[in-house]
């Protein structure tokens, strides 16, 4: 029988990253992902104003309100849930926000070590 359950990356059940704003590539409020997310939108990260700008200058201006897309534009302190391969792209410029383990999908792990997460962790294993 087949686990349908999205698994976090240290396993457990997929957590809850937020609904306020509402994220998540399906727009459920976690991390889930799918074929369709090419992104990898699987860890749930704290954003920081270090954060925010790095994206910025990247060419993914997250601060900035999308109203045709009901996007409120994010603020430090707000969780989203990012692109793996981003966190790890801010992770070796120093820039790498905090991350919630329990609401970061294992799909991350495809591309950021787990230590690596544990290391940003607000949430303690």
Do not use: I
Request: aromatic residues 8%.
């Amino acid at each position: 029988m087949k686990d349908d359950v999205p698994r976090n990356v240290l396993g457990g059940p997929l957590g809850t990253c937020s609904v306020d704003p509402l994220t998540g590539f399906y727009r459920t409020g976690c991390c889930e992902t799918g074929p369709d997310d090419r992104g990898s939108h699987t860890v749930c990260a704290v954003m920081s104003a270090e954060f925010l700008a790095f994206s910025a200058a990247q060419g993914n201006d997250l601060s900035t309100p999308v109203a045709e897309f009901g996007f409120p534009g994010l603020k430090p302190g707000d969780r989203w849930c990012l692109c793996a391969p981003r966190w790890a792209e801010a992770l070796a410029a120093g820039k790498a926000p905090r991350v919630v383990l329990a609401a970061s999908h294992a799909g991350a792990l495809a591309y950021c070590r787990l230590d690596d997460l544990k290391a940003h962790a607000v949430d303690r294993v």
